[in-house]
T-cell receptor, first 112, second 116 residues
């Protein structure tokens, strides 16, 4: 089945700098790659997603890139702000089924 | 606003007790999921259901069972709770995607379960 690995597990950056979180997946048939943000004590919420027919997608300060050949995708956050501090999860679809496999999560801390 | 709700929000129980966690949604979605969250392990799928007559095991279904009572209700049961089932449990819903497309999952607020 699908296996998703996410790195790093923790990331600390200065406010205003960029943050990058990377995920690799094992199933070449995976075709949907969402990113979820979970603030402390809150539920996970989708912040951006990308499908396999697209290499990059951007939404204001957030972007996701996908390399299908290498089977990895990344979340890029530019001009980080304190409210970006949260746990971020990547996910990928498992082959032949309408379900997601999540990465282990990255705790991002933005230092003022 | 349409939402996903979970009850209870917190529960402390003892080893061997039967526990039911409930999930309700007003989003009108057909698909419902139960996940477990543990530190450093991300979100792991326990069970999922694509309609009232469809129940599927996820990657960690042992020790759990589910019931889809209606389109809007999906319950998770621990028949005999054990301490390593202490975790944060999330219910999620999603719309049916066209063809093989999977759509955004909307999560409930979570239930924190402690088994002593």
């Amino acid at each position: 089945g699908e296996n998703v690995e996410q790195h790093p597990s923790t990331l600390s950056v200065q406010e205003g700098d960029s943050a990058v979180i990377k995920c690799t997946y094992s199933d070449s048939a995976s075709n949907y790659f969402p990113w979820y943000k979970q603030e402390l004590g809150k539920r996970p919420q989708l912040i951006i997603d990308i499908r396999s027919n697209v290499g990059e997608k951007k939404d204001q300060r957030i972007a996701v890139t996908l390399n299908k050949t290498a089977k990895h995708f990344s979340l890029h956050i530019t001009e980080t702000q304190p409210e970006d501090s949260a746990v971020y999860f990547c996910a990928a679809t498992s082959s032949g089924a309408q379900k997601l496999v999540f990465g282990q999560g990255t705790r991002l801390t933005i230092n003022p | 606003d349409a939402d996903v709700t979970q009850t209870p929000r917190n529960r402390i129980t003892k080893t061997g007790k039967r526990i039911m966690l409930e999930c309700s949604q007003t989003k009108g979605h057909d698909r419902m999921y139960w996940y477990r969250q543990d530190p450093g392990l991300g979100l792991r799928l326990i069970y999922y259901s694509f309609d009232v007559k469809d129940i599927n095991k996820g990657e960690i279904s042992d020790g759990y069972s589910v019931s889809r009572q209606a389109q809007a209700k999906f319950s998770l049961s621990l028949e005999s709770a054990i301490p390593n089932q202490t975790a944060l449990y999330f219910c999620a819903t999603s719309e049916i995607g066209t063809g093989s497309r999977i759509n955004e999952q909307f999560f409930g607020p979570g239930t924190r379960l402690t088994v002593l």
